[in-house]
């Protein structure tokens, strides 16, 4: 009886097994893995938080908060679509030397098919279905969810806050970008499903079999302030996406739409 369980295993085990190209059919596929790595840039280099840089108009900026989310992050193969992740946080919050801001901020997604790939899609925000729910239900979920944290959301608006862009602007022309004077703070804010928006970024991926691909990305500063729309950044200091007024709504809609211009190879 041993013999013939053996056996039939054996022939099992055979006839599954073809030749092609002397490519041997029965080799498990190795999957490999993507980086993402965001990187800022602006006239004087990268980013770095807190310190002055200038805008191309020569408006003097200085950053203290850049973070957006992207979500349904797919991988480009023709007409195919691969989802790789849910949702992610893109924070530059440890950009406060060179050397960190050149390193800039990196994702990494395991267990995809080897193969080519012309591009990365992803949505800048957080996609309806992911918006639809607070932090209470993603952190009863059991595990430390990207959506878990209360500070990222608006219950009044029953959105996540898409995008963080907070610091000073030189106002009074003395040199400095703010020093701590309430006159010449920028915050931006972001949200509601009305500004999710999709970037599509063509690129040629070539992910091998248990090796790894690094895609460099850039977010461009200038382009923040002045690509889809201008901002006037003096009298347009601060908004805040609030649906029930229509002036804060504009404004957002300039930075959501310019940070999707921004984000490119």
């Keep these: 009886m041993k013999r013939i369980l053996a056996f039939s295993l054996f ?68 007409n195919e679509e691969v989802k790789i992740s849910e949702v992610e946080l893109v924070s530059f919050k440890s950009h406060s030397n060179p ?9 990494n997604f395991a267990d995809i098919p080897a193969g080519t790939y012309t591009g990365v899609k992803f949505g800048i925000g957080v996609d309806s279905e992911l918006n639809a729910n607070d932090p209470t239900f993603y952190n009863g979920l059991g595990t430390d969810h990207i959506l878990g944290s209360g500070i990222d959301y608006w219950s009044g608006w029953n959105s996540y806050i898409f995008t963080k862009i907070e610091g000073f602007f030189d106002r009074n022309s003395n040199g400095t ?22 970037k599509t970024i063509s690129a040629d991926i070539d992910i091998a079999e248990g090796g790894s691909f690094t895609l460099p990305l850039v977010v461009d500063m200038d382009k923040i302030f002045n690509s889809a729309a201008s901002v006037d950044i003096p009298n347009e200091p601060v908004a805040h996406s609030n649906p029930l007024i229509e002036e804060n709504m504009i404004i957002t809609t300039k930075i959501t739409d310019n940070l999707l211009e921004a984000i490119g190879k």
């Excluded at 490519?23 to 770095?48: A, Y």
């Excluded at 050397?99 to 994702?107: C, D, I, L």
């Design 11 to 78: 022939a099992i085990l055979a006839f599954s097994c073809c030749k092609d190209d002397d490519i041997d059919c029965c080799t498990t596929p190795v999957d490999g893995s993507l980086e993402l790595n965001f990187t800022t840039q602006t006239q004087n280099g990268n980013m770095i938080l807190f310190q002055d840089f200038d805008l191309n108009d020569g408006t003097q900026l200085n950053v203290n908060k850049l973070q957006f989310y992207i979500s349904d992050i797919r991988l480009l193969k023709g």
């Design 99 to 107: 050397t960190t801001a050149a390193s800039g901020e990196s994702f």
């Design 177 to 198: 970008a703010g020093g701590g004077d309430p006159e010449e703070e920028i915050t931006y804010h972001t949200g509601t499903n009305e500004l999710y928006r999709e």
